[in-house]
């Protein structure tokens, strides 16, 4: 029962982070395809936007979140599910930071409030031992394509439903974000095809 509980306590860290992970998980010199679609239609269409707008901004938006809405989502759900995925390895990777945490504590008062399992232990003897978590976790990686989550062998994975929530949390949290480095691309094309 405390693994929910220890989620919980990372969300807050997860929603601080993410920006800045997203913006530093890939290098600089590996540009996913997903991006670089991404670019090329922003760079495709920038006149047919600047051409049927009031000015830059109007310009600007109507780029990113019509003529090129698709492939601006694809690249926001690339970051936000690549800044999670490291967030996750980062806390369960091998298993030995949550097994650190977890080792020495004492019983909370929120643990203490919980529900014991069916057999009146705290903990039930099924749940996967943190170092499973790691492997499982591992397997976790994000197409570069689409931004989709890819999980190996997703039925023997007990991990998906945590995965798939935290990925679905976050958008929830971040909402449509448009990637910064998207906004300053199309500034820039806006403001060159207004010349």
Known sequence: MRLPLILA?????L???????AQSAAPAAARPPVLVRA?????????DAVRVSTGAADA???LMGYLCAGPVAAVANYERNTASVVAMKGMFGDGSVMQAIMSG??????????P????????S???PALPEMGKWINSVSVDENTGDLLIADESANPMVAMIRAQSGSMGQMFGEQRPTGLR???GRLVLDARR
């Open 9 to 13: 306590a990372f969300a807050p860290i």
């Open 15 to 21: 929603a601080m982070a993410t920006p800045c992970l």
């Open 39 to 47: 670019e090329t239609c922003l760079r495709d269409k920038v006149a």
């Open 60 to 62: 600007a938006d109507f």
């Open 105 to 114: 504590e004492e019983e909370s008062h929120a643990d203490a409030a919980l």
């Open 116 to 123: 014991a399992d069916a057999d009146g232990s705290e903990e």
């Open 125 to 127: 003897q099924d749940r």
């Open 184 to 186: 300053e691309l199309v």
